[in-house]
């Protein structure tokens, strides 16, 4: 098995938008739930979104209408459109995938119990 890697990550103005993307090569296809989380420094971690195997998605009310989950399949890839930026989104981004999830387990849930993380990818978002 190999890792999630996030990748994407980088410094925006706000209003701006940036592309999020985690090879989940090892994980995808057996996971029931997978998700993008966030940690500013100093705050606690926050669920942002998650996407389960039906294609179901779900978004933390910080961030709708903003982001975007999604993932192909084909490629393993999971991802998150992040447009509009705000200084408020600047955060630790992780993706995360949980292989045993049951039916409505897939929440946004800031302190969700995912069976593995990413090592996450930087968004700094500057006034």
């Known amino acids: 098995l190999v890792p999630l890697v996030e990748s994407g990550g980088g410094s925006v103005q706000a209003g701006g938008s940036l592309r999020l993307s985690c090879d989940a090569s090892?994980?995808?296809?057996?996971?029931?739930?997978m998700g993008w989380f966030r940690q500013a420094p100093g705050k606690e971690r926050e669920g942002v979104a998650v996407i389960d195997s039906q294609g179901t998605t779900k978004y933390t009310q910080a961030v709708k209408g903003r982001f975007t989950i999604s993932k192909d399949t084909a490629k393993s890839t999971l991802y998150l459109q992040m447009n509009s930026l705000k200084t408020e989104d600047t955060a630790m981004y992780y993706c995360a995938a949980d292989e045993a999830a049951w039916a409505g387990k897939c929440e946004v849930v800031d302190n969700y119990q995912m069976d593995y993380w990413g090592k996450g990818t930087l968004v700094t978002v500057s006034p």
């Open positions: 090892s994980y995808m296809r057996s996971s029931n739930c």
